[in-house]
């Protein structure tokens, strides 16, 4: 099984190569995939009645993707909005329907094989199930969910029958393991180790799961318990290639700390490995847990005294004529730096269209390098984007007057409406949307100057997870569809407020959707004059 698989993966590289990956980081391009999936289900099934006495496996096979598609058609976002879904549907296309191919290829079907090969340029590659995967981590860390919530469909406010087997579990600790991020193997081999001692079956071994989860222990600085696992596959695998010589060194590692230490040896702790058994590992983000912590709701800073400066109220755009016989509502969500979200921005019909006209042109979403000012990707900013232009559909007009009309804001030097759809664990870590003195040719190609302001328009609302958040102040703001929120980067001296780093948390369940208009210095010289002070 391994060999041809190792064929297939092979043969799938060879007719791939151009294949851009990413699908990961948009769920609306994921659906595509949904459907795809459908079609070839059916060409499997016309397979089968071709050779149904040699395909008994791929018949078995078959009956299990019906019952799958019959669900994830029905409602392709909704059913994509389970990040374990989402990740099993990568791991399905990257590697489960290879093997399959490889067993058809032994007495082939030129119908099911001229299929595949059609859709094999829209399949998903290594890249997109490692992406997926780690998001499933990314979601474990910022939402405080052990490895047994994932496993059994237990994510916050919703149960469900979606379940990680063991050799999911295996494979979530495989592709850990290999970017050395021994923390969640650790996590996610144990869920691996605890499904199989429950009876559950699988393709990997106990020995298989025991080696890298004591290994990756032992890299957690546990050594007691990497000794007491090492003990447990030798037991097992007595001739097991690298057991014995790992235990020798532990051993003696152990022996030599105890041994300048002057302490007695202590048995390994017989608790199992949970979520905060071991630290997480600190990162490059110095808010990480400030900013983990306002995405579960915690740490907010919102009281009694701040909520009684807050007011709504109806706004003309100081007596703009568009405005005055339907006014924009408008409600505060922070008093400084100030923040309000509109209501009603956007019909949906509106976003709809939008969303129509971006999905064709979603690529993977862009920051600008602040040295040289060439947008590139980003590991920090999991999402798809695209870029609309007046031209492209009478709407983005009337969106962008819109906007103008409501902030009072010169829109010809903004940039193009930018829209964005967040995929597995999409998240954008905290940034800020200004240029800092450290960076001044940031956005010196587009000679509008700095970005003065954020105009954020929310075209879906998110399950669970997704919001704004601003770890410096300590304010969340939950998306809902329609409405938009806004703020100024810039003070009316044009110096930075740094108040106003912010982030997009990961979602955890739901399709994210947003379109942003960020405004630039150039052509607001009059509609908002410098001000007296830096900080004005």
């Known amino acids: 099984m391994r060999t041809f698989l190792s064929f297939v993966l092979w043969m799938l590289l060879c007719c791939c190569w151009t294949t851009r990956a990413e699908i990961f980081t948009s769920i609306s391009q994921m659906t595509d995939l949904i459907y795809t999936e459908q079609e070839l289900v059916q060409s499997l099934r016309d397979y089968i009645k071709a050779e149904e006495s040699k395909l008994d496996a791929v018949k078995s096979w078959a009956n299990k993707l019906d019952a799958l598609t019959r669900v994830s058609t029905s409602d392709p976002e909704g059913y994509l909005a389970h990040p374990v879904n989402a990740y099993?549907?990568?791991?399905?296309?990257?590697?489960?329907?290879?093997?399959?191919?490889?067993?058809?290829?032994?007495?082939?079907?030129?119908?099911?094989?001229?299929?595949?090969?059609?859709?094999?340029?829209?399949?998903?590659?290594?890249?997109?199930?490692?992406?997926?995967?780690?998001?499933?981590?990314?979601?474990?860390?910022?939402?405080?969910?052990?490895?047994?919530?994932?496993?059994?469909?237990?994510?916050?406010?919703?149960?469900?029958?979606?379940?990680?087997?063991?050799?999911?579990?295996?494979?979530?600790?495989?592709?850990?393991?290999?970017?050395?991020?021994?923390?969640?193997?650790?996590?996610?081999?144990?869920?691996?180790?605890?499904?199989l001692d429950g009876g559950e079956e699988s393709v990997a071994t106990k020995p298989d799961i025991l080696d890298y989860l004591s290994y990756s222990v032992y890299q957690m600085g546990d050594l007691p318990r990497a000794i007491e696992l090492t003990r447990r596959l030798v037991a097992i695998s007595p001739g097991h290639q690298r057991a014995g010589g790992n235990l020798r060194y532990f051993e003696r590692l152990l022996s030599k700390e105890l041994s300048e230490q002057n302490q007695d040896y202590q048995p390994a702790s017989e608790e199992p490995i949970l979520l905060g058994t071991y630290r997480r590992p600190k990162d490059h983000l110095p808010e990480r847990e400030k900013y983990e912590a306002l995405c579960r709701g915690e740490g907010l800073q919102m009281n009694e005294a701040r909520r009684s400066r807050l007011f709504c109220r109806y706004q003309d755009g100081k007596r703009n004529p568009?405005?005055?016989?339907?006014?924009?509502?408008?409600?505060?969500?922070?008093?400084s730096p100030h923040i309000v979200r509109y209501l009603e921005v956007l019909s949906h019909q509106e976003t709809e269209k939008i969303k129509e006209l971006a999905k064709p042109r979603l690529a993977r979403a862009t920051v600008r390098d602040p040295k040289t000012g060439v947008l590139t990707t980003a590991n920090y900013r999991v999402s798809k984007s695209a870029w609309l232009e007046e031209v492209d559909d009478p709407v983005i007009v009337r969106v962008n007057q819109r906007i103008e009309d409501i902030t009072g804001l010169e829109v010809d030097t903004a940039e193009l409406l930018q829209v964005a759809n967040y995929g597995v664990g999409?998240?954008?870590?905290?940034?800020?949307?200004?240029?800092?003195?450290?960076?001044?040719?940031?956005?010196?190609?587009?000679?509008?100057?700095?970005?003065?302001?954020?105009?954020?328009?929310?075209?879906?609302?998110?399950?669970?997870?997704?919001?704004t958040v601003f770890p410096d102040f300590g304010a969340a703001i939950r998306p809902r569809k329609g409405t938009a929120v806004f703020w100024y980067n810039l003070f009316k001296s044009g110096e930075g407020d740094y108040r106003t780093r912010h982030a997009a948390c990961p979602v955890l369940v739901g399709s994210k959707w947003v379109s942003n208009k960020w405004f630039h210095e150039r052509g607001q010289e009059f509609r908002r004059p410098c001000g007296l002070r830096e900080v004005d």
């Not at 450290?438 to 609302?461: C, H, I, Q, W």
Request: aromatic residues 10%.
């Open 88 to 195: 099993k549907l990568m791991k399905r296309l990257n590697t489960e329907w290879s093997e399959l191919e490889t067993l058809v290829l032994q007495n082939p079907s030129d119908g099911f094989i001229s299929n595949m090969s059609i859709h094999r340029q829209s399949f998903p590659d290594e890249e997109d199930e490692t992406g997926a995967a780690k998001a499933l981590m990314r979601l474990q860390d910022t939402y405080q969910l052990d490895s047994e919530a994932f496993s059994r469909g237990k994510l916050p406010g919703m149960h469900s029958n979606i379940l990680l087997t063991v050799d999911d579990c295996f494979d979530m600790g495989k592709t850990a393991y290999n970017d050395a991020d021994y923390y969640h193997a650790v996590l996610w081999m144990q869920q691996a180790l605890k499904q």
């Open 322 to 335: 568009r405005l005055l016989l339907k006014p924009t509502k408008e409600e505060d969500e922070w008093d």
């Open 426 to 467: 999409g998240q954008y870590e905290p940034h800020y949307d200004f240029s800092r003195k450290d960076e001044p040719d940031a956005f010196k190609r587009l000679g509008t100057g700095n970005r003065v302001a954020t105009f954020l328009n929310y075209m879906s609302d998110v399950e669970a997870g997704g919001a």
